[in-house]
């Protein structure tokens, strides 16, 4: 790419200095101004710091070569400063001056994007087609973030629809929100050439986006665009935005169109769209679930054709019937419903056939029919993590096919790198193949991502249970209980371990626990049959009666947990797994 002439480096500097982020900076203005000239006059002489504290301080008594910092402060000073710019004014800008960090000597970038590399046969190698869309910073007046969280998941979504662009998962993307991390770092973190960063202001009626794409390899801003628009706006500046991105990394991707929104319904439809996901992608709580359904109920009201709602009410339904939360028997039904609305308006709507596929293990104990709609999802959504996930959990796991259902997590932890909750599914995959210390490992690795999450303490627990290290199993529950706020499988594996420790009082004192929960709202059997199980109480059956027939997800796994092996020389526990359609396994 050719350099820029000393002419239009002037004339950039010119409009740096003029801007209203360094028109009150004059120390920041001659700091600039003196590292440009001194470039441009000796591009072969770089700067050292005691160069530019002698020229700009040492007159003012203000720099000492034996004790001063106050370069290197105020070059750090000046970065943040040409962020600022360049991330407002300066955002359309076709030149850019950057001080790299750890060097005094500015460089001269024209924002245009590098041509991909390819290989000796034209192909683009997979590396090259490959971004992070970074949460975009909300500006905004109101402090919530739910819009520009949710205009973040619309860019991500639509250009996850590019095939041959590998696209990073909002899980691993929004795990480096407020981080401020160097985006070399992000590029090195989570293996893609390029980072797409930006900031919403949402001020009444009146809308501005900014957004830049970087060269994660070394820094540079590659191109950038401000827009200044209504708010009604909103849905054509996410079509932009996918559109130039897929554009300026073309290679394998030309000529495809990123996946928007189908129906987006007025500005006030779409805000409300914004509030369910935002609901909706909170730690999983009742209330939560519920407040977004509400959301995609207003939107529905005067959109009924908004997919996406559809979709995000049918997740919502799904995931209190998954935790348990409500009962999976009255749920999970809601949730097949919203997403067959949407699969009316689109059959080929992948995450509406993840939903139905959920569904049809669950409530039907139809593996083979869940396999074949989680085959069409894949199919229709290449570049999500979140079908994988849920076959290899509800299709193939139930049945014992481990090797494939690992192979989709690692296909899904490609996508998702920074995921604790696929470290937690793959932990559960590898502890049901009684492979337990990889599933140890996977556990602290979720616990390095997230030190409170429940899910990975319980599986850590569990690893010490099999082990029979039921104190720190103990301990492990406890804190599982606690952080997932009583949900009765976490309290049925804490009466589990109490049980087996000896501590049979303690078992017996959590099923009274249950007792009273279930007075002030719905409680899973599946807690008291895992309770009766360390019991080695024969209730256990009628416990596993009724989790059958309220259709827990957790009995689909009866077949290879390794908590059950106790009973798997009952002809009663046999009838059990031959009711679900699982496989009998001896072991």
Excluded at 121 to 139: T, Y
Excluded at 364 to 393: C, I, N
Excluded at 556 to 564: E, G, I, V
Aim: aromatic residues 8%; neutral net charge; glycine residues 6%.
């Amino acid at each position: 790419m050719p350099q820029p002439s000393p002419a239009e480096v002037r004339n950039a500097l010119c409009k740096i200095v003029a801007s209203s982020v360094f028109v009150k900076a004059e120390r920041m203005r001659r700091f600039l101004e003196f590292i440009v000239e001194h470039t441009l006059r000796s591009p072969n002489e770089p700067l050292k710091e005691v160069i530019v504290g002698v020229e700009i301080y040492a007159l003012k008594g203000d720099f000492d070569p034996r004790i001063s910092s106050v370069v290197r402060v105020d070059a750090a000073r000046l970065r943040t400063k040409l962020r600022e710019y360049y991330g407002e004014e300066g955002v359309a800008d076709p030149l850019m001056i950057d001080l790299p960090k750890g060097s005094y000597t500015p460089v001269f970038r024209s924002k245009a994007v590098e041509p991909m590399l390819t290989e000796t046969n034209g192909n683009a190698r997979p590396a090259d087609a490959s971004i992070v869309v970074l949460p975009f910073s909300n500006l905004s007046p109101e402090p919530a973030d739910y819009f520009s969280d949710g205009l973040t998941e619309e860019i991500i979504h639509a250009l996850s629809s590019v095939q041959g662009l590998h696209v990073v998962a909002r899980t691993s993307a929004f795990a480096l929100k407020h981080r401020n991390v160097d985006v070399r770092e992000v590029g090195r973190t989570l293996n893609v050439r390029f980072v797409l960063e930006g900031s919403v202001r949402k001020a009444g009626e009146a809308l501005r986006v900014t957004v830049q794409l970087v060269n994660a390899a070394d820094g540079y801003q590659m191109w950038s665009r401000r827009y200044d628009r209504h708010i009604n706006d909103i849905f054509a500046v996410q079509d932009e935005i996918a559109h130039e991105v897929a554009n300026l990394l073309r290679a394998s991707t030309a000529g495809q169109t990123p996946s928007l929104l189908t129906d987006p319904g007025s500005a006030e439809a779409y805000d409300w769209y914004l509030r369910g996901r935002y609901h909706l992608n909170r730690q999983p709580s009742e209330d939560a679930f519920h407040k977004a359904i509400a959301c995609f109920e207003k939107v529905l009201a005067g959109s009924p054709r908004h997919i996406p709602a559809l979709i995000g009410m049918a997740f919502a339904w799904y995931r209190l019937g998954v935790f348990a939360m409500e009962a999976p028997i009255e749920v999970m039904p809601k949730a097949r419903d919203a997403a067959a609305r949407a699969l009316e308006l689109d059959e080929s709507e992948g995450e509406g056939l993840s939903v139905v596929g959920c569904v049809k293990s669950m409530t039907d104990w139809d593996y083979a029919g869940a396999e074949t709609l989680f085959r069409r999802s894949l199919g229709s959504q290449p570049g999500s993590d979140v079908a994988g996930q849920l076959y290899a959990m509800h299709a193939l796991l139930p049945m014992a096919r481990f090797d494939e259902a690992l192979a989709l997590l690692d296909r899904a932890r490609r996508i998702d790198p920074l995921s604790f909750g696929e470290s937690a599914n793959r932990a559960a995959v590898l502890r049901l193949a009684r492979r337990t210390a990889e599933a140890e490992a996977e556990c602290r690795r979720a616990l390095e991502l997230d030190p409170n999450f429940w899910r990975a303490i319980l599986g850590l627990g569990l690893r010490y249970e099999e082990d029979g290290r039921y104190d720190d199993a103990i301990s492990c529950f406890e804190r599982a209980k606690e952080l997932s706020e009583g949900i009765p499988n976490a309290i049925g594996a804490l009466g589990h371990a109490y049980a087996l420790a000896g501590r049979r009082a303690d078992a017996r004192r959590l099923l009274r626990e249950l007792d009273e929960l279930a007075e002030r709202r719905y409680v899973s059997p599946w807690g008291r049959a895992l309770i009766y199980l360390g019991l080695r109480d024969d209730r256990v059956f009628d416990w596993l009666e009724r989790s059958c027939r309220e259709r827990i997800l957790w009995v689909t796994y009866l077949a290879t947990d390794p908590r059950f092996d106790p009973l798997r020389s009952d002809a009663r526990f046999r009838s059990v797994l031959q009711r679900l359609r699982l496989p009998v396994i001896s072991y």
